[in-house]
C-alpha cells in the first residue's frame, strides 16, 4: 500500500469536489509533506486534531 499516494489522492479528490477541507489519518510523513504544501502554497492551512485512537490531520484547501 502506498500510503503517500493515498494521502495526495485524498486531497487531489478534495479539489476536484470543489470542497472546503479534507481529514487524514495522522503520520509523520503526511505532517511533513502538509508542512511542505503550504510552504509551497498548495494548500492554505492545516490543523492537527487530537483523536483517540488515531490523530488526524485536517488540511484546508485553496
Known amino acids: 500500500m502506498d500510503t503517500i499516494a493515498d494521502f ?3 486531497i487531489r479528490n478534495g479539489y476536484l469536489a470543489k470542497k472546503d477541507t479534507v ?3 495522522f503520520s ?3 505532517e511533513q509533506i502538509t508542512i511542505i504544501l ?3 502554497a498548495f494548500i492554505e492551512d492545516f490543523q ?3 483523536a ?3 490523530n488526524k490531520i485536517v488540511i ?3
Request: hydrophobic share 35%.
Open 48 to 50: 492537527i486534531q487530537e
Open 23 to 25: 481529514t487524514v489519518d
Open 28 to 30: 509523520n510523513a503526511r
Open 8 to 10: 495526495l489522492t485524498i
Open 60 to 62: 484546508k484547501l485553496r
Open 38 to 40: 503550504k510552504k509551497e
Open 52 to 54: 483517540k485512537p488515531v
